[in-house]
C-alpha cells in the first residue's frame, strides 16, 4: 500500500509548515484515477498522525471526477464507467483533464489561547 509513504509525506508537510503549532485539519483533494485508496489513506493517517502536529487533526477528503477535454470538438466532459470517449462527436482523441490529482488542499492550525 502506496498510501503509508503519502501520509508519512503529507505528515511531513504538516511539520513543515505548521512551524511547530497543533493541526487541527487537514484537507487533501484525490482524484478518482490517482490510484489511491481514501479508506485507507484515512486509515494509514489516524495510525501515523500520533506524536506528530497531527496528532489531534482530521482529514477531510474531496473526490475530484475525472474530466476530459475532447481533442476534436472541445467539449469538457465528465466521465462515467471509465468511458474516455467524447460524449457528444465520440471521438476517443481525448485528454484527462482533472481525476488525476492528489494533494493537499490546506491546513488548519491550533490557534494560541
Given at each position: 500500500m502506496h498510501e503509508y509513504s503519502i501520509v508519512q509525506s503529507m505528515l511531513d508537510l504538516c511539520e513543515k509548515h505548521s512551524k511547530g503549532k497543533a493541526?487541527?485539519?487537514?484537507?487533501?483533494?484525490?482524484?478518482?484515477?490517482?490510484?489511491?485508496?481514501?479508506?485507507?489513506?484515512?486509515?494509514?493517517?489516524e495510525v501515523f498522525k500520533e506524536d506528530t502536529v497531527c496528532q489531534n487533526a482530521v482529514m477531510e477528503m474531496e473526490l475530484i471526477d475525472?474530466?476530459?477535454?475532447?481533442?476534436?470538438?472541445?467539449?469538457?466532459?465528465?466521465?462515467?464507467?471509465?468511458?474516455?470517449?467524447?460524449?457528444?462527436?465520440?471521438?476517443?482523441?481525448?485528454?484527462?483533464?482533472?481525476?488525476?490529482?492528489?494533494?493537499?488542499?490546506?491546513?488548519v492550525l491550533k490557534e494560541d489561547g
Open positions: 493541526v487541527e485539519k487537514v484537507a487533501v483533494k484525490i482524484g478518482k484515477m490517482s490510484g489511491i485508496e481514501p479508506h485507507f489513506l484515512k486509515e494509514s493517517f475525472i474530466t476530459i477535454e475532447c481533442q476534436k470538438c472541445k467539449e469538457v466532459s465528465k466521465v462515467d464507467n471509465f468511458n474516455f470517449y467524447c460524449p457528444v462527436c465520440e471521438s476517443g482523441d481525448t485528454k484527462v483533464l482533472t481525476g488525476q490529482e492528489m494533494h493537499i488542499d490546506y491546513i
